[in-house]
Structure formats: C-alpha cells, structure tokens
C-alpha cells in the first residue's frame, strides 16, 4: 500500500511484512490501529527528524480521544532520504509523549 504525505511531497510505501513481521512482533498494542498510521501518515500534527539518522523521519499525531487507543501520541516512523519521492514504513508505536527529536513542521505554526 502506498499513502501520500502531501506535506513532504513523497509517497511512503507500508509493506504488510513490515506490519505483521515487526510492528506484531515489537509494538503489539498499535495492531488494531493500522487506520491511525495512515492517517498520521496523511495528516501529521507534527514531523521530526531524527538527529543523527537525517533520513529518519517521524510522523507524530494526537490520538487521546479515540476509544482504545494505548496512548496520547503515534509515532510513525519512515525512512525518506533527503530528495526521495518515495519513503518506506519502518515501524509505528504509541506513547504517552514525545521528545528528543528535531521537529522540522508542526500544524500549530500553520494557522
């Protein structure tokens, strides 16, 4: 499957193995939620760079008030080389917070 982030102007490629071999295996309680990914994917609340792996990037959205939903926050983790049209799924979890990351674009300066 292939979801548009309008906001990098790329593809990010979810292959179902990385789905059922990692995110099953590592991050279980974010299984039923394979919507939430996507739709992080397709309208993050913010995007952030990893400091020392600059073709890492994570798509952040607040989920609180979703109905089963482990945590406040979903990380969407992507691999996208600087210039890539095109990115790839790595891995997605929920947490209570985020940090330690670069952010590059938050929603909230768009207003």
């Known amino acids: 499957m292939t979801v548009r982030s309008a906001l990098l102007n790329a593809a990010v490629a979810v292959h179902r193995e990385t789905w059922d071999e990692h995110v099953a295996l590592r991050h279980p309680e974010v299984l039923p939620f394979f ?23 994570y798509f952040l959205r607040r989920w609180p008030d979703e109905m089963g939903f482990p945590a406040t926050w979903l990380h969407v983790l992507v691999l996208l080389p600087p210039c890539a049209m095109e990115g790839r799924f790595l891995s997605a979890w929920a947490s209570r917070r985020i940090g330690g990351r670069e952010i590059i674009w938050r929603a909230s300066d768009q207003n």
């Open 35 to 57: 919507d939430y990914v996507v739709g992080t994917i397709e309208a993050p609340e913010m995007i952030a760079r990893d400091a020392r792996h600059t073709e890492r990037v």
